[in-house]
């Protein structure tokens, strides 16, 4: 849970330098050293609704990913990266936004990159979601077709870092030189958006031996602090048979869990310190039965919660103490905690320009697996058991969609349907309604307008047609 920010505060000649005004520029400091350090969530590739990988079948074309992104000005190119396998060179990617063909590459064996200049000339408005559809057109029935990773590039304030300065005399161009370089930082931050991770409830398992079920698949990219991935699933109703559960990265199986029995969460950590900063790693979690099975009565029902990386250690900086209104410091003694304020400030500039990746690309945001379209059969009956859910980080929420809501609160079950392995969804005791049935639309709302949601609450966007979520950070003059 991140401390609330405040705008910093402005200084005049003849004005009295008060604690309360010292506090909030430590305090927001101290918000910054927080939020400078989080990881971000995995990029999803594919579930297991789709079969293990969307693969070329009767459909010409076939969307292989779709999803959108929001704009921002300051961002000139759009980078699409992809995966293929068992091409025979007949077959191309097509990248439309918003309906209009952007960009396209003839598939070949392995990662590509598709890349979009000029987004900047495409007459969009700050802000504006746009929405992304991957194709394939070709004629091999053969191939394996996937989208890696996503992104605009790059973030960017139109003005520039204004410097910290050093204090020596205390005046109010200093103070209001650290004041604006704080501010900048926080405005530099707000440029990245928070995205839910678009998690798999209570998806029912295979039954029978041997055999592996990739139930869900991504990448990911570490940053120079943020180099634990950590994979959160829940199983129930396991035991029928024997079922391991394996994370694979880049191909290799890293952890398993097992045999599993019974209902349980699961956990999965591993050190990605060993692969390069900003350097793409495929990550899957499957189901491995290895005896047992044949039973269609006894799946296993597996969660995929969560998927990130984040700093498995993280080191703080330390901040000058907190000073009261009745305090009596020495002019020294001020100077120097102004000095730190300042040294702090340059150091968390510093470190958004050293992690590129982390803060100066915007991640596409994943629509819902499934080969069919939105209002799809897919779309619906999987609506409660695939949404996009995080625990409350920013203060504003942005999302595009049609007929969308919001659940938080405590959640129970749904049954679906009863026949033996069907699937299970989720229900949430609080939900209101955020975008109408009528057209697509995006909405920015603050969180404050949900009772009881608070930060670090665990929230999920409903509906069939969700397109874009995301959460601003700061909401700042």
């Not at 010292?22 to 400078?36: A, F, K, M």
């Not at 990605?272 to 799946?299: C, H």
């Not at 080969?371 to 942005?398: H, N």
Request: net charge negative; aromatic share 12%; proline share 4%.
């Amino acid at each position: 849970m991140l401390q609330t920010y405040q705008d910093s505060p402005a200084f005049a000649n003849n004005q009295i330098f008060a604690a309360a005004d010292y506090n909030v520029l430590r305090s927001n400091l101290q918000t910054l050293d927080r939020v400078t350090l989080l990881g971000r969530v995995a990029f999803s590739r594919y579930a297991a609704t789709t079969a293990d990988n969307p693969a070329k079948t009767d459909a010409d074309p076939l969307s292989v990913w779709y999803g959108s992104f929001e704009y921002t000005t300051s961002a000139t190119t759009a980078t699409v990266v992809t995966w293929s396998a068992s091409v025979l060179g007949t077959e191309t990617y097509q990248v439309y936004f918003d309906g209009v063909l952007r960009g396209s590459i003839t598939a070949a064996n392995g990662n590509q990159a598709i890349t979009i200049n000029n987004i900047n000339t495409f007459g969009y408005n700050e802000g504006q979601v746009v929405d992304v559809d991957v194709r394939l057109v070709g004629t091999n029935t053969a191939s394996q077709y996937q989208v890696w990773d996503a992104y605009i590039s790059p973030l960017a304030l139109s003005d520039a870092w204004p410097g910290v300065p050093t204090f020596g005399a205390i005046s109010s161009a200093n103070l209001n030189q650290l004041s604006n370089a704080i501010d900048w930082i926080a405005r530099r931050v707000n440029l990245q958006r928070f995205q839910p991770f678009f998690t798999v409830r209570k998806f029912p398992g295979l039954f029978w031996s041997p055999t592996t079920w990739p139930i869900w698949s991504g990448t990911i990219t570490r940053s120079t602090n943020a180099t634990q991935l950590v994979l959160r699933t829940w199983y129930s109703g396991a035991g029928g048979y024997t079922e391991f559960l394996e994370l694979l990265v880049n191909g290799a199986v890293v952890q398993s869990i097992g045999p599993i029995s019974g209902d349980s969460g699961a956990t999965f950590i591993y050190d990605m310190s060993g692969i390069a900063v900003g350097a793409l790693a495929a990550i899957q979690f499957r189901s491995t039965v290895t005896a047992g099975a044949g039973n269609d009565t006894i799946r296993t029902r597996h969660s995929i919660v969560d998927c990130f990386v984040q700093d498995p250690a993280p080191t703080y900086q330390t901040q000058p103490p907190v000073e009261t209104a009745t305090g009596s410091d020495t002019f020294a003694t001020v100077q120097s905690q102004l000095n730190s304020l300042a040294t702090n400030a340059n150091a968390l500039k510093s470190r958004i320009d050293s992690n590129t990746d982390r803060w100066s690309r915007r991640r596409f945001f994943r629509r819902r697996y499934g080969l069919d379209g939105p209002g799809g059969f897919q779309q619906e009956y999987y609506t409660p058991i695939m949404f996009p859910q995080r625990a409350r980080l920013g203060d504003l929420l942005i999302v595009k969609g049609q007929n969308i809501g919001i659940g938080w609160g405590s959640f129970g079950l749904n049954v679906i349907n009863d026949e033996p392995g069907g699937h299970i969804g989720v229900e949430w005791t609080q939900n209101e309604n955020l975008i109408g049935a009528d057209a697509a639309e995006t909405v920015r709302i603050g969180f404050d307008r949900f009772a009881g949601l608070y930060p670090g609450k665990l929230y999920a966007i409903t509906g069939t047609d969700v397109r874009y979520v995301a959460e601003q950070l700061l909401q700042i003059g």
